[in-house]
């Protein structure tokens, strides 16, 4: 192919999981900026090194895997849970059982990881396998609500099985990121600071690295799903099921196989959610975190990996960010800073403040922090819902055409 | 020969061979079926048969119970009376997707793509029955998965191929025009390598060039592959031309069976079609 180096010559390299050079560079660009992060290595962006930041950032990491199992079930299976909630907690309680240190009250058998985390997701997808028939008999807005059953019936178990779950107020434990062979000193642990071929680390830093892995690994499983087989069976199934169905998809073990594994990844990202707070309380698994799920799929674009992990990273992040321009426009405004005139426009000084509606003290009229970030994260699903239904992955899309066009218009 | 299109994979027709050697008298066997919803009876004692290589054709007004024929056969609807048999044994209660396994393929009167799909994906959808690879080698890619990922794929460009469709390969189904989809479908339905294909109105609400363009793929597909087909049609010129035999459906019941041109003498179907009053006179 002289001339056009570029030119696909066989199907290989077309359905490579990059299959252009700009892909490629991008994806190993963005590799490499995440190894940076928590060194503090970035130019401009240091301050994510900070452990408040990595905090939020490992918090991320952990939602991207429980979304990546939402997007599968619901954005490529086309069936809508509201229980995702759930399922993280069955990995989350399965995972303290079996690596908990037992107590008075609580139960606890001290496994190493290798046995408590992969039991984390097989406890949730046993679970899942169990709830899909349901999904056979209910579609739609139905699927929804019986899922939305089942994070009642979990509150109500998690409070009463203290021996499991802990305290209803205080919760109980979790163990350590550690990897120890059996019980005994961990071989590596990644809840301790200390230097790793020496660069001195936090524990922060060094469980960000776990969980980079895990989120990549997790990545391009589902990644792979999508592409083979069995992705194509749920895309059909979420399109058009009778169809699919006289095209020769088993449309039970369709939606058999989409909540086992969308469950199991729920329960690995339920187990290292717990593991990472170090300790919660049963209301965590509430309808709340269910929804959030919900909205990061919706926000990211459903039915595309980018767009889970996009909307991943703005669902949780985005709170923090707006609490910080609040904290700098507040500044401003006390100070008589050059951006004071901006901040006037929508920080609250006095009660009789016409333009401004936030306030930086929790004692001040009008919205506090938390509740802007409420209303937002409100006001961006129906943005998104109305006028780009593909998400943040969509807006990507089209400015993507736009430059591939650039200078004509299509 | 030479100027023929080779396609990957082989067709599976017993045309040629003689009943011992097949195993079975009729490739399918449609024995007094009866089907009703409540009080409405869908089909009444309907009977027909298939057989390897066949071009049958089913016609009637609208109401006749043709699209519900071939839901009998597909397993989506049970028929409360009556026999299927595909190739000696009975596939009257077994579901859409273990027939779709046992060999028939269906195309749909209002396309049934799946709209979120390309048009690539959606003709590897209608591998699906015809490969194996489990999820977990899926999730692996490297090794089963690629190996028969790039094997379905020269399969289907093959298919493309045939049904000149390449261009819009990429596209996603619903951005393509009607008749465009109409070939996608049939796409879709020959990638499972069907032995009996269910061709429900391919050529309805076409121009007279995207009629005549795919009766030249169904003659193709008939002709190079073999596959037995079951057509229903309202177009008479198209149905008249290429079928074998024509059966005919009135209200449910059989009015008439036969070669194309003793169907149209038939004073039934005359009378089916144009009116009991014309008939008479």
Known sequence: MRGRPNLFTDYESEMALFPTTTKRVAVALLLIFALLVPLGAIPGLSFLQESSWLVLINRALVFAIAALGLNLLTGVAGQVSLGHSFFMAVGAYTAVLLGGTPGKTVWGLELPIWIWLPAAGIAAAIIGIIVAPTAVRVRGLYLAFVTLGLVFIGLHLWRNFGKIAGGPTTGRPWPPLEFALWKGDPIISFAKDGPWLGVQLTSDAKTYFFLLVAVIVFTLVAKNLMRTRIGRAWAAIRDRDIAAEIMGVNEVRGKTQAFAISSFYAGIAGALFAVILGRLIPETWDLLLAVEFIAIILIGGAGTIAGTLLGTFFVVLIPRIVEDITFFFADQVANQGPLAWLGDLFIRKSPDDILGFVSTGAAGPGLSIFQLNVALFGVLIIVFLIAEPLGLYGIWIRVRNYWKGWPFTY | ?281
């Open chain 2, 1 to 281: 020969m030479s100027d023929r299109r080779r396609l990957s994979f082989e067709t599976r027709s017993q045309a040629g061979l003689s009943v011992e050697e097949r195993g079975y008298e009729h490739l399918l066997e449609f024995t007094d079926v009866s089907l009703s919803f409540k009080g409405v009876k869908a089909l009444t004692d309907v009977s027909f048969h298939v057989d390897d290589g066949e071009l049958f054709a089913i016609i009637g007004p609208n109401g006749a119970g043709k699209t519900s024929t071939f839901n009998c056969l597909n397993g989506v609807y049970h028929p409360q009376e009556g026999d299927i048999v595909w190739k000696g044994s009975s596939i009257l209660r077994e579901r859409p997707d273990k027939i779709a396994e046992l060999g028939i393929a269906r195309t749909f009167q209002n396309i049934e793509l799946f709209p979120h799909m390309t048009v690539l994906e959606n003709i590897t959808l209608g591998r699906h029955v015809r490969t194996h690879v489990s999820w977990w080698d899926g999730a692996i890619w490297w090794g089963r998965a690629k190996r028969e990922e790039l094997a379905n794929r020269a399969v289907v460009e093959d298919i493309i191929d045939l049904l000149e469709i390449e261009q819009w390969r990429a596209y996603p189904v619903a951005l393509l025009p009607y008749g465009v989809q109409k070939r996608v479908e049939l796409g879709r339905a020959l990638a499972m390598e069907p032995e009996l294909l269910l061709l429900d109105e391919p050529v309805a609400g076409m121009n007279l060039e995207e009629t005549e363009d795919m009766a030249r793929f169904i003659l193709d597909i008939r002709e190079e592959l073999g596959i037995a087909m079951i057509l229903v049609e309202h177009d008479m010129g198209l149905v008249m031309d290429i079928a074998d035999r024509v059966m005919v459906l009135d209200f449910g019941k059989r009015i008439a069976i036969g070669k194309p041109e003793e169907v149209q003498r038939d004073p039934e179907v005359i009378r089916a079609y144009l009116g009991g009053d014309l008939a008479a006179t």
